[in-house]
């Protein structure tokens, strides 16, 4: 069974597209979705992005971490898929509503509403997750913040020099986060400017993050640092956050279509 597949990124995280909208596949596995991102034997890509059909929504996008996990939401891959669509489009996702639209060189992605709840993150017990009072080495006292996935936040004086690819793994995995978490380490370089590096669940470091950089930027927002929108930079490139008046995460920043192909099935099942 021959599958067409389009190759897509945003700020470098890029992601496998198949659109099973019209034409339904067979069920996807974490086997498969590990093996179509394997980068040596496989297509290649941090995320697999799978379009179906939904009854709430225009579609519904299933995001598949290279790990083979299935997550809830990727902001990186709601621009692509707004690219994609060609117009704009209320999108279900695991992690609830969304509504793309794209732009000229990208899109604009509303991303719902931010939860605080330490329930909502989730975190194993209660505590005030404006100032989290744990750390892991330099890292102490983080933000976190549930933008349709979990994310917690930290500020330091320069991010570049945090070897998160050394610290992210064991804070990503810790007990203290029962469905693991994405890990964020910033640096707030002016009045509406963020310095951003992150460690994605299932992924790894990866050179962009948009749900990292909303997550981010709220969280800058709620200390106090920043005003409501607010310019991310990723060793990527730049997203722009705003938390708007009505509660709500608008990002904007650019998608791009790499290439098309089509594989076997077979070959991965």
Sequence with gaps: MRISFTKMHGLGNDFVML?????????????????????????????????????????????????????????????????????????????????????????????GVPRFEWEAIPLAYAMDTLSMPVGWGELEAPVAVNVGNPHVVFFVEDADAVRLDLMGAGIETDELFPQRINVNVASVTGKDAIKLHVWERGVGLTRACGTGACATAIAAMRRGLTGRTVDVTLPGGVLTIEWNAHGRIIMTGPATESFRGSFDWGDYA
């Design 19 to 111: 659109d099973a909208r019209e034409h339904r596949l067979p069920p996807m596995t974490a086997a498969i979705a590990r093996a179509l991102a394997n980068r040596t034997t496989g297509i290649g890509c941090d995320q697999l992005i799978l379009l179906e059909p939904s009854e709430a929504a225009d579609f519904r996008m299933r995001i598949f971490n290279a790990d083979g996990g299935e997550v809830e939401a990727c902001g990186n891959a709601s621009r692509a898929v707004a690219l994609l669509h060609g117009k704009a489009a209320t999108v279900e996702t695991n992690g609830g509503m969304i509504e793309v639209a794209p732009t000229k060189g990208g899109a604009r992605v509303d991303m």
